[in-house]
C-alpha cells in the first residue's frame, strides 16, 4: 500500500520539544525529496522543512535553528525534531513525498501550557 504515515504529535508545554516520524511505503523512498508540512486552524498549509534525496535540508525562516529533518533510507523514514517549541507552532503537522505527489494523514501538535 502506498502511504505516509506520520506520528509523535501531542501536547506540550512551550519551550519543549518533539519528535514527529514519518514511515513511507509501497513506493521507493530514495527516490523523492520529502518535507514537512504544517497547518495552523485558519491558515494555508505552509512547509517548515525539507530534506532532498541526497540530504540537502531547507527550513523556513520560522522554524530554522528550531527545527531539525532527517531521512534515513533504509527504514523509509522522515524524521523531524522539533525543539524550544511555542505556542506558534500549533498545527497539524503534514508529511509529503514530492516526487509521488502523496501526503500522510498529519499529526497533531499543540504548544500550551
Known amino acids: 500500500q502506498v502511504q505516509l504515515v506520520e506520528s509523535g504529535g501531542g501536547l506540550v508545554q512551550p519551550g519543549g520539544s518533539l519528535r514527529l516520524s514519518c514511515a513511507a511505503s509501497?513506493?521507493?523512498?530514495?527516490?523523492?525529496?520529502m518535507g514537512w508540512y504544517r497547518q495552523a486552524p485558519g491558515a494555508q498549509r505552509e512547509l517548515v522543512a525539507s530534506?532532498?534525496?541526497?540530504?540537502?535540508?531547507n527550513y523556513a525562516d520560522s522554524v530554522r535553528g528550531r527545527l531539525t529533518i532527517s531521512r534515513d533510507n533504509v527504514k523509509d523514514t522522515v524524521d523531524l525534531q522539533l525543539n524550544s517549541l511555542k505556542p506558534e507552532d500549533t498545527a497539524v503537522y503534514y508529511c509529503?513525498?514530492?516526487?509521488?505527489?502523496?501526503w500522510g494523514q498529519g499529526t497533531q501538535v499543540v504548544v500550551s501550557s
Open positions: 509501497g513506493f521507493i523512498f530514495r527516490l523523492s525529496d
Open positions: 509529503n513525498a514530492k516526487a509521488f505527489r502523496l
Open positions: 530534506i532532498t534525496t541526497d540530504g540537502r535540508t
